[in-house]
T-cell receptor
Framework: GQNIDQPTEMTATEGAIVQINCTYQTSGFNGLFWYQQHAGEAPTFLSYNVLDGLEEKGRFSSFLSRSKGYSYLLLKELQMKDSASYLCAVRDSNYQLIWGAGTKLIIKP | NAGVTQTPKFRILKIGQSMTLQCAQDMNHNYMYWYRQDPGMGLKLIYYSVGAGITDKGEVPNGYNVSRSTTEDFPLRLELAAPSQTSVYFC????????????FGAGTRLSVL
């Protein structure tokens, strides 16, 4: 079966750096997405990786290793507004998105 | 810019009732999707559409129906609501498939009691 694994919850301190990991086993691979979802709101797009390596976008970076079935989202200079769930999703061989359950990130002052 | 608009935002249904969740997008996107999100679970695809007149089942289609008569609208119909359909429903759209970002509506929170 297809599976996306992420930690359920993480806690970090304002101003620090946090890394959220995602491992996947899917039937085929056509890209990996990270979305942010604040409580009670819709998911919003953060990043997309299809080739191995690091994609940097401001305070957020995302890394992909296709051979290891692994990605991480790196958040720097954490702000209170970064408190949210972070969803990892993989596009499979049928071009459907398979979603992880999300990682709830709690930022403490 | 409106983006993806879902109505209603909240609804309580009795077991056996039916309802339609509305979804409209103004971005001229070809692809539209319906997901449900349950606590502690990833988003599950219910139905999707690759263009007007074309729909297909996703991972969890049972108990739901869709139609796509226009590019803009993609309503989701629940027939004979059951408690298992209590969930948050999200509609999304994208211009294409490969590498294209999905844009989500604000969601409909549905309780079936």
């Amino acid at each position: 079966g297809q599976n996306i694994d992420q930690p359920t919850e993480m806690t970090a301190t304002e101003g620090a750096i946090v890394q959220i990991n995602c491992t996947y086993q899917t039937s085929g691979f056509n890209g990996l997405f990270w979305y942010q979802q604040h409580a009670g709101e819709a998911p919003t797009f953060l990043s997309y990786n299809v080739l191995d390596g690091l994609e940097e976008k401001g305070r957020f970076s995302s890394f992909l290793s296709r051979s290891k079935g692994y990605s991480y989202l790196l958040l720097k200079e954490l702000q209170m507004k970064d408190s949210a769930s972070y969803l990892c999703a993989v596009r499979d061989s049928n071009y459907q998105l398979i979603w992880g359950a999300g990682t709830k990130l709690i930022i403490k002052p | 810019n409106a983006g993806v608009t879902q109505t209603p935002k909240f609804r309580i249904l009795k077991i056996g009732q039916s309802m339609t969740l509305q979804c409209a997008q103004d971005m001229n996107h070809n692809y539209m999707y319906w997901y449900r999100q349950d606590p502690g679970m990833g988003l599950k695809l219910i139905y999707y559409s690759v263009g007007a007149g074309i729909t297909d089942k996703g991972e969890v289609p049972n108990g739901y129906n869709v139609s796509r008569s226009t590019t803009e609208d993609f309503p989701l119909r629940l027939e004979l609501a059951a408690p298992s359909q209590t969930s948050v429903y999200f509609c999304a759209s994208s211009y294409g498939v490969q590498g294209n970002i999905q844009y989500f509506g604000a969601g409909t929170r549905l309780s079936v009691l």
